[in-house]
Every structure is written in C-alpha cells, then in structure tokens.
C-alpha cells in the first residue's frame, strides 16, 4: 500500500507542474498506456491525483492572472472575462 501512496502522491505533483503522462510514466516505471487507462477511470485514485494536481495548479496560476487584471493588465483583463464566462457556462 506505501508503494502504491507514494506512486499516487508522485501523480499528483508531477500534474502539478504539467508533467506529460508519457514522461510520469517512465519515472514511476509503469506503462504509459495503463497510466492514461487510469485516469481515464474516474473512480480510481490515480485520476482523482491526477486531476487535483492540475487543478492546484490552475487555481494558483488563475489567482496570480486575477492579480494582473486587478492591476489593469489589458491581457488578464480579457482572459478573466473569458474565465468567468466560461465558469458561467459550467454551471
């Protein structure tokens, strides 16, 4: 079970900085092939890591972005109103 937390943990912080799953893969030695089966796979902890690690990270790089608009950068402006439009849309 150590093993198999450790891997879990591994996933998680590897999708964090965006890590391609074919390089996750060699690191934790398993078939890239079985790595995407299971994160494909909702209900297994590897997809639930993966996608949590991904959304860490977009939720710090959506905050720093929120910072730039709140300055007045034109480019985080827009990218803003596209976020909240696309957030309005997922509800």
Same mark, same amino acid.
């Given at each position: 079970?150590?093993?198999? =937390?450790? !891997?879990?943990?591994? %996933?998680?912080? &590897? +999708?964090?900085? &965006? *890590? !391609? %799953? ?5 690191? *934790?030695? %398993?078939?890239? @092939? =079985?790595?995407?089966? #299971? %994160?494909?796979? !909702?209900? @297994? /902890?590897?997809?639930?890591? &993966?996608?949590?690690?991904?959304? +860490?990270?977009?939720?710090? *790089? *959506?905050? =720093?972005?929120?910072?730039?608009? &709140? ?8 990218? !803003? ?6 957030? /309005? #849309? #997922? /509800?």
């Amino acid at each position: 079970m150590g093993c198999l =937390q450790n !891997k879990n943990t591994q %996933i998680e912080q &590897y +999708a964090s900085i &965006y *890590l !391609k %799953i074919s390089d996750m893969a060699v690191i *934790l030695g %398993i078939s890239s @092939t =079985q790595l995407r089966e #299971d %994160i494909a796979d !909702k209900s @297994t /902890e590897v997809s639930r890591r &993966y996608h949590r690690g991904k959304a +860490a990270s977009r939720v710090k *790089l *959506l905050h =720093q972005e929120m910072q730039l608009a &709140y300055v007045g950068s034109p480019l985080a402006l827009e990218n !803003k109103r596209n976020n909240l439009l696309d957030m /309005e #849309d #997922d /509800e």
